[in-house]
Each structure stands twice: as C-alpha cells, then as structure tokens.
C-alpha cells in the first residue's frame, strides 16, 4: 500500500511558502490547537506519541522537553538543529526548502510546550538558500501574527532567528553547537550539565533536529494514538524520511513508516543503478556500520538496526553496489571523520588521523596483518572515551570493515592492493 | 576599539549587526554573522584588517576572533577566486564520479585545488559533504548548488562564470 506522505506532503506545492498558502492547505491550525492546550499537556502527548529524534540519537523528544525546568525565572531557548551535515543527509533541507512554515509551527509549537520565548534555528553555513527561504517565511510569519509578542493572539512571545554556521560537521553536536551559537570554536562541552539545564547562554534548553520538529504538528493535529500505530512498533513510531543516495537510479528523499527495509526502499527509487547487484549499504549516514546486501529486508528503525550493531542514525541510506571497494569507501569515511575531529580529545584526534592512515596504505597495497588489529586497537581506543559522539561515528564503520568484510581486507593484504580500481563513471558512459 | 583608527566594517555591515545586536543576549554571539559579513566585504577571505574590523565592532580580542576563523570550514584565510567552486567529494558523490568532477575542474582552471586562477576569477576545492547526495555528483558554486554534474557540464558552468 503506497504511504500517504505526512512530513512532505507539500513538497512541490510553492504556495505553501507563505502564511496564507501554508494555511490553505491547512497549516498552523495545529499551532491554534496548541497554544489552548495546557504546555504540560502537550509535553506528555509528544511522550505519547512515541516521537524519536531524528537527527541522530534517537532520543524521546517529548522526554527531552520534560527535561526543561518549570518556572520563569530565567529565559529558556529552543535551538533548532538544521546543521544536517552528517554525510548521506539531505532530507532537512528538503523541508526547509519545500515548506518552511511547517518547521516553524514545529518550532512554535516546542516553544509553547517548554515555555521558551527564543528560538535559534542553527543551519549549516552551506545552506544559503534554503537560509533565506526561511527568513523570508519567519519575516511572513511575523506580518502574520504566528511570531512577535502575541502568537496567534494567545499573549505568548516568541522570537525566531536564523543563525547560520560556517561549516564545521561537529556544530552538528548539540553542545558544540551552543558553542557556535555563543560565538566560539564549535567545541562541544562536558556533560552534565546537559543542556536542558544549562544549555545556550547558560540557560535551560531544548536542542532539536528539524525533521522532528516537523512531526510535532501532525501528532498536535492528529493526536498520539494516531501517531503511534504508524511504524514498526510502539518504540518505533511515526512517519520517517529516507535520504537514498549512491548507487540507486534514482537517489532522493523517500517519505513512509518508520521501518521500511531496503528492499522497499530500492523499489521506490527505481531500484540498483544500471541494474548491478547490491554489495552494501549503510542505514544512517556515515557513522552507522556498513552492513552486508544480506540485511537488505532488515526493517530500517532504531532497534532493529541497534540489533544489527548498526544504527537508523540520520537515516542516510547510503547504497554500494558490487564494483565498491570497501576499503576505500571506509577511508573515505575516515578522512572526513579526521577532517571533522574538532581535536580537543586525544582518542578522536589520534584516532580520527590514524584510521585514515593506515586505510590508505592498505588501499596502496602496503598494508600488513598488523593493521587489522592495529584498526581493532584504534576502536577500542576512540569509542565511548571522548567528550562526544564523533569518535564513536567514526568507529562505526571502521570496525564494520574488519568485522564483516574482513575478507576484503585481506584481499588487499594478500593481493599487494586494491581488486577494484575506482571507477571512471564518465568514461565508461562515453564509451557506452 | 570600534571608534579607533584601525579597520572597519562598512556600514551596511554595522547596520546589519546593529538589527542583530537585540536578538541575542550576548555581542558574542554576533561573532558568526559578523565573519560571514566581513568576508563578503574583503572579497571572500578574512585578511588580518578583517579579523581587527570585527574584533573592534565586537569588543573582543582579535586573538579569540582568530581562533574562532580558523576553525571553521568557510571562513578563508587565503585569498579566493572572484567564483568559490567547492565540489562534494563525500562518499555519495565519490560512489557517483566525484572524482573526475574534481580532476575536471582543476584541468578547466589550470589551478591545484585552493590555488586562484592568475586572473582572479576561480579558485576551487574539494569539500566535505554538502547535503546535496540526491543530486549527486554536485558542486557549489558560490551560493548554488550545482547537479547532478557531468565533467561537460561543470565545464560549462564555468565557462559561464564572468
């Protein structure tokens, strides 16, 4: 049964990237409902619904929002994640771009239920389009009446600001984010305190990736109930963009229920390029393990990739078909991982270098048995010793290389180099 | 600092970060938009006077503002072509000729990756993902993204750049 698009049901139609034509096709109706419903209420529905973060970490939105203080003794932020920089990821710019205005209900919506009269929308630095779609539509949405001092007449104040970044994969991190957004080296901080409690400027904040705020409205419209029978199971709720790329026909943002399995996936996007056969793929962007074709039909939700020693991550599903290497695929992984190390910890910043090291001499043909393990120390070493994810996205999929296509490895070991010279794309089609 | 006889933002800059000042509790916080301000000011790098201008505007030590440029991906601290290509060499585009992309535009440029082209127009290089995989192979050219490319096709983008 085709899956009734929720979160990009207005892709294609430029009418709604303003108030008026946002509301004709129903928009911020859910706003109105939310602001009439008490905050606390509208905490526990987004705990009902089951919602996950979807940048990333999984993480119960509507749990992170009840982390928030109550009270108003001090000012409390929302601060939007449209950093969307994990390699394989694309789906938030297409919601910034196709509608904006849903983000903002979204935002506005987070905002009502913690109390937060400020919110920052961090979007990557590269995003320069797609940054002026959105101010453009918050500048509309205040003219509005949906931002400023009186949000839809409720009395409620919210600001709503653009905040571009400078490129630096890291700010992607919720606290070296808040790190950016205060004007430093995007650094992320110790933890705890986490920023719920002493988030941006020192004070209590939620920090959500833009697809989940997306959600909020639709569950607010549609309610919990309805929100949670969509999925896999009840930890794994809800509408899910695939972000298809690599050796797919045609690569591209794919809306269903969280929990489609690869196959569903390729059919949808008109299957493997020029018709090879599927070697490999990795579910979540580049941090996630690089898993075999044999998992193809695995439902693409959180634990059942969590099952499989992977991750749903971002949902970047990154398609590698039979004439991939490997190992160059994971060194090229590994230079981006050393190029975004921010450095501050040891393990990473070694670690980070290393692998890529040490993936290249294998790739060249002067790599021994020694490195294999020497790659296993260099994981056990970065993962879950640093202040921060990166190191352990960057194990991702080093460790899967060694651990499940270990034989390719010794491929290039025991054959002096790699079996699969890179491809010459362009050449080969010219010549076709 | 802003007032002294050392380098300045212009005054659309000021003015732009004048309307920022109100939308965020702390001046640091302006450091970001106020880099991305300069640069475009000092043709699309931050020369020293450019680090001073915006220390002096912010009240913050040119050494802080430092640390923070060298940090950051698209703050440049070398001169740059009048047109920035960067093309995605991440592995979505790698899987998709990324590779030839690049060897294309240094071939068309007659430059090395971050060199300016002698007469000012280009400079290129190759960049970590820029979330553009469903268009894969792609480059950005100042603002724009570009693809999915072919080497004939970013040759004739660039062509067309003045």
């Known amino acids: ?432 | 600092m802003a007032n002294g006889a050392g380098p300045r933002l212009g005054e659309k800059a000021r003015k732009t970060l004048d309307a920022l000042r109100e939308r965020y509790p702390t001046s640091e916080a302006l450091l970001l938009p106020a880099l991305h301000l300069a640069q475009e000011q000092w043709g699309g790098w931050l020369p020293d006077e450019a680090i001073e201008a915006v220390a002096g505007e912010l009240g913050l030590a040119p050494a802080k503002v430092y640390g923070v440029v060298t940090f950051y991906d698209l703050y440049h601290q070398e001169p740059v072509g009048r047109h920035r290509i960067r093309i995605c060499t991440n592995l979505s585009c790698a899987l998709r000729g990324a590779t030839e992309i690049v060897e294309t535009v240094a071939d068309e440029l007659g430059v090395e990756a971050d060199e300016v082209t002698p007469d000012g127009r280009c400079s290129f290089t190759g960049f970590e993902c820029l979330g553009a995989c469903d268009i894969a192979p792609m480059a950005m050219i100042d603002d724009e993204y570009h693809g999915p490319l072919t080497p004939d096709a970013v040759r004739r983008l660039i062509r067309g750049l003045e």
């Open chain 1, 1 to 432: 049964m085709a899956f009734e698009p929720i979160l990009t049901r207005n892709v294609g139609n430029p009418d709604v990237r303003t108030v008026a034509g946002y509301r004709r096709a129903g928009g911020y109706e859910a706003l109105a409902k939310g602001l009439a419903t008490e905050p606390d209420e509208l905490i526990e529905q987004v705990k009902l619904s089951g919602l996950r973060g979807r940048g990333g970490a999984g993480f119960p939105a509507g749990v992170k929002w009840g982390f928030i203080p109550k009270g108003n003794d001090r000012p409390k932020y929302l601060v939007a994640n449209a950093d969307e920089s994990e390699p394989g990821t694309f789906k938030d710019r297409v919601l910034m771009e196709h509608d904006p205005h849903q983000f903002i209900e979204g935002c506005a919506l987070c905002c009502w239920a913690v109390q937060a009269n400020t919110c920052y929308i961090y979007i990557r630095g590269e995003y320069v389009r797609q940054a002026e779609v959105l101010e453009v539509a918050i500048a509309d949405a205040y003219r509005e009446g949906i931002l400023g001092d009186n949000v839809l007449g409720s009395g409620f104040r919210l600001e709503m600001q653009v905040h571009r970044g400078a490129g630096a994969y890291i700010c992607g991190e919720e606290t070296g984010m808040l790190e950016s957004l205060e004007g430093r080296r995007g650094q992320p901080r110790v933890k705890p305190p986490f920023p719920a409690v002493v988030g941006a400027f020192g004070c209590p904040t939620v920090i959500n990736n833009v697809e989940t705020l997306c959600n909020v409205p639709h569950i607010v419209s549609r309610g919990p109930e309805w929100f949670k029978q969509i999925g896999t199971d009840e930890r794994n709720t809800g509408p899910k963009l695939y972000c298809l790329s690599g050796h797919v026909e045609r690569p591209g943002v794919y809306e269903t229920a969280i929990g489609a399995t690869l196959d569903e996936l390729l059919e949808r996007a008109g299957g493997m390029l020029g018709g090879r056969e599927l070697k490999a793929f990795q579910p979540g962007g580049a941090s996630a393990a690089i898993l075999p074709a044999d998992k193809r039909a695995v439902p693409l939700d959180f634990d059942s990739l969590a099952a499989e020693g992977s991750m749903l991550g971002s949902a970047a599903v990154i398609v590698m078909d039979e004439t991939t290497c490997l190992v160059r695929a994971t060194r090229r992984l590994a230079a981006f991982f050393n190029h975004e190390s921010c450095g501050q910890c040891t393990p990473c910043r070694e670690g980070t270098n290393w692998s890529e090291m040490v993936l290249d001499r294998i790739e060249a043909g002067e790599g021994s048995a020694a490195d294999v393990e020497l790659i296993r120390r260099i994981c056990n070493n970065m993962g879950g010793t640093t202040l921060c994810a990166l190191a352990d996205a960057a194990v991702g999929p080093l460790r899967s290389l060694v651990d499940t296509f270990g034989d390719e490895v010794e491929a290039h070991l025991a054959g002096g180099g790699c079996p699969l010279p890179e491809r010459r794309y362009f050449e080969e089609a010219a010549r076709v």
